[in-house]
């Protein structure tokens, strides 16, 4: 293939903060491609992170098109990613507009929605449990009793990711409980400032005993590709879902892989994902695959560190060479076995420190320990938290080897957490 006249630009669309972006610029950087970036932020401040982003709101989706479109009229982009998932129906609204290839608006609008997402899988004739939407103006106990309600079961917020706010119940009293923590949740502040249009309902479905897997991979004009299946070794099974583990290659059986694989493409063609990556999660118990979600996104934050392919690339690379077009069909992922653990945060309180770091980085296979947690930062664990302390990564020649790894390395990191303090205002009268 001749050498291109200029160089690549690719859109990427993402939240202010992410630790992602700067591993798609370092990707961009070594492929020679130019990146612009649209993030949401003020657009009345001049340029506050330095990195000459579009400023958008993901809620307001028209003004924001229109905004990117205009910024993009003098210097085309050639494709376009999206970071995360609440930018995921803005980046396919401005994917249509410029004829870019990628996700249809309404495939990304049905990803983002747990019970469409539920919907669409059930009319393709796909393995779903039990469903029910409700609001969050019902009463708990009375839903608690209903007949259509049973148990055990689980609660989600219809809106949020990453299991914030997903509560195990196997009694009414449990289901009043966790009604009452998620409605708490969804109106909060920082919740409700996210704007989703699903603040205020909540899915019911039907608890999926069974192993659960994480699978990576692109849809290229509506044929998957998988780039890693991703054992989860740590049972989840409530009340909390926090995920700590991802481990590759997975431990399943070759026949077992390919019907995962099978599953994934048909539950992607069901929602209507065309092209661009695709994160999916199922579980598998003794009735089949059940497919828990499909989001037209990587797989978020530092986790993508976990994921590298012959001759040393990374999953950015990889992504990169997709949206501008390249085809990535010999792309493969490297022989060796890799692990990632999303550090859990133990309680709620200010970190102060961690100790440990250097006897956690000498353990052998461990290529990183990445503290993200930063000092006198509020944590809070699942259902109400949406982050992590930090990531251990790991390499070796067997997925138990790398999984023992990263296991190994947490045990001497000891994180001080103080108990957090609540200042209550006092007024003085004269």
Aim: hydrophobic share 45%.
């Amino acid at each position: 293939m001749g050498a291109k006249m200029q160089r690549d630009r690719v859109l990427i669309l993402s939240a202010t903060t992410g630790y992602q972006l700067r591993s798609f610029d370092d990707a961009a950087r070594r492929l020679d491609i130019d990146l612009v970036f649209a993030t949401d932020r003020c657009h009345q401040l001049d340029d506050p992170w330095r990195d000459r982003a579009i400023a958008v709101r993901f809620h307001q989706l028209d003004p924001s098109v229109d905004r990117i479109v205009g910024a993009l009229r003098q210097a085309p982009v050639q494709g376009l990613i999206v970071v995360g998932d609440r930018p995921a129906v803005l980046a396919a609204r401005v994917a249509e507009r410029l004829a870019l290839p990628g996700h249809p608006p309404h495939a990304a609008v049905a990803s983002g929605n747990k019970y469409e997402t539920r919907a669409r899988l059930k009319r393709a004739g796909l393995a779903v449990p039990w469903f029910y939407v409700t609001r969050l103006s019902v009463d708990p106990a009375a839903l608690a009793r209903d007949t259509k309600i049973a148990y055990p079961c689980v609660l989600k917020p219809l809106g949020l990711s990453g299991s914030r706010g997903v509560i195990r119940a196997d009694s009414p009293a449990e289901f009043e409980a966790a009604f009452a923590r998620i409605r708490a949740l969804l109106r909060r502040i920082d919740v409700r400032a996210a704007r989703t249009g699903l603040d205020d309902e909540v899915l019911v479905e039907g608890f999926i005993p069974g192993s659960e897997y994480a699978i990576e991979g692109v849809m290229t004009e509506g044929r998957f590709q998988a780039f890693a299946i991703f054992d989860k070794p740590d049972p989840l099974d409530g009340p909390f879902f926090e995920e700590t583990i991802y481990v590759t290659p997975s431990a399943l059986s070759g026949l077992s892989q390919v019907t995962v694989l099978r599953t994934v493409e048909a539950a992607a063609t069901a929602l209507g994902l065309w092209h661009g990556p695709v994160h999916a999660e199922c579980r598998i118990n003794a009735d089949g695959i059940v497919m828990l979600e499909i989001a037209p996104r990587p797989i978020g934050g530092l986790c993508s560190k976990v994921l590298r392919f012959a001759g040393g690339l990374s999953l950015e690379q990889v992504l990169l060479h997709h949206a501008v077009d390249d085809d990535i069909s010999g792309y493969l992922r490297e022989a060796s076995a890799s692990a990632v653990m999303m550090i859990p945060i133990p309680a709620r309180g200010i970190f102060k420190k961690v100790q440990g770091e250097e006897a956690a980085q000498r353990v052998p296979g461990v290529e990183e320990v990445v503290i993200t947690a930063k000092p006198d930062q509020l944590l809070e664990p699942l259902p109400e938290a949406g982050s992590y302390l930090g990531f251990i990564f790991a390499r070796a020649a067997t997925a138990a080897q790398a999984e023992r790894a990263v296991r190994d390395a947490h045990r001497p990191l000891r994180f001080t957490i103080d108990p957090e303090v609540r200042v209550n205002a006092i007024v003085e009268i004269a």
